[in-house]
């Protein structure tokens, strides 16, 4: 009787560790969800952020490049490519075919769908932009962040 009770508190205390960790692995869901919510945000980003035009240059590019190629310019041109529940193809996932708002912020379905914004990342600093933007890769291209670019 006292190994069941003991085994019932064990259960109830980790239903809500489980409940997190699920949030925390929930997918992406593309920008437009944040739209939702973000309107102002989502209207700046969709009319100043080249991120939100990014596959286009995929697309430009595609005959030139070889299919391994190709993988290395999704890693930063469309939303989570290579993550659980992220870009696969834009047949499959085209809300995921631009560089958007999940790029920077991390996953957001669990967020979107519960509105918790300890779910998604809100504070953001120059080091975590050049993942992708650093001198490697966009040498030529006079990297601003969007965080000083005025898309936010």
Known sequence: MR?????????????????????LSAGYTGSK?????????FESYSKSAKKAHSFQSIQIM?????????????ACHTTGYGQPGGFISVEKTPQLAN???EVCHGPGEAHAQSGDKSLIKSKLSVEQC??????????????????????H
């Open 3 to 23: 190994r069941a009770a003991v085994l019932l508190a064990v259960a109830v205390c980790l239903v809500p560790l489980l409940a997190v960790s699920n949030a």
């Open 33 to 41: 969800a944040c739209a939702e919510c973000h309107q102002k945000e």
């Open 62 to 74: 595609a005959s030139k490049l070889s299919p391994a190629e190709l993988q290395e310019c999704y």
């Open 99 to 101: 560089a958007g708002c």
């Open 130 to 151: 050049q993942a992708c933007h650093n001198e490697q890769r966009v040498k030529s291209f006079g990297f601003k962040p969007m965080l000083y670019g005025g898309a």
